[in-house]
């Protein structure tokens, strides 16, 4: 019997001192990690957008400046979570190309939060890729149906949200030991139809340029 109780006795042990171990490096990892592993990044960029069945037709893309500010915590050297605040302009032009023709264009503008994981590489960690989704709230929507009439306001028609499936590709140079310059390509492919009446959905691309602020 006693011997019994000595065995629940070692088992209980033997789990504790496990736990303390894990927590004990927990604490450890979470000491040893940078403590600037928070990152600011303001950025501006040239934007191109279409929708996917118009461009196969011959679409020009719909261009337009994009404007936020991103927000990346970092779980370790390799690994963050990025968010953020995005000013985005979308649609899609006139398509005419030989029997397909198309005379309707759109112009819808989106605030637009994005979540990525962005995985780190290169010798100084100043590579990055990203991957995930984002939601856009549309505030403010106009379309031209070559009636003579010109752009419309079509805020009644157009879908308030908008999801999608992020991914792209940066390069942060040093300039201060908390202050780093940002390069990077954004896309974005539309996963819900931009309007109501089904007009299509939206693919973006953007090219920033940013500064990073280490906190």
Not at 15 to 36: F, N, P
Not at 108 to 121: A, G
Request: charged share 15%.
């Amino acid at each position: 019997m006693s011997k019994h109780i000595n065995k629940i006795k070692l088992s209980k042990l033997k789990y504790i001192i496990c736990i303390g171990v894990l927590l004990s490096g927990l604490i450890c990892s979470s000491q040893t990690r940078d403590k600037a592993n928070i990152e600011i990044s303001p950025i501006i960029g040239y934007s191109s957008s279409y929708q996917l069945h118009s461009f196969v037709f011959g679409s020009s893309s719909v261009s337009g400046l994009q404007l936020g500010v991103y927000g990346n915590y970092f779980l370790n050297n390799r690994w963050s979570l990025r968010t953020g605040l995005l000013y985005q302009k979308m649609g899609t032009n006139k398509v005419d190309f030989f029997i397909f023709t198309d005379e309707y264009s759109e112009r819808i503008n989106y605030i637009t939060v994005p979540l990525t994981i962005n995985y780190h590489f290169g010798k100084k960690r100043n590579w990055y890729v990203n991957y995930g989704a984002s939601v856009g709230f549309a505030t403010s929507a106009e379309a031209d149906y070559n009636d003579g009439n010109g752009f419309v306001n079509i805020d009644n028609l157009a879908n308030s949200t908008q999801f999608g499936i992020n991914a792209g590709i940066g390069y942060k140079f040093k300039i201060l030991p908390k202050l780093s310059l940002l390069v990077e390509n954004s896309n974005m492919l539309g996963l819900t139809d931009s309007t109501e009446q089904g007009s299509g959905k939206n693919f973006y691309m953007s090219f920033n340029i940013g500064a990073v602020f280490k906190l």
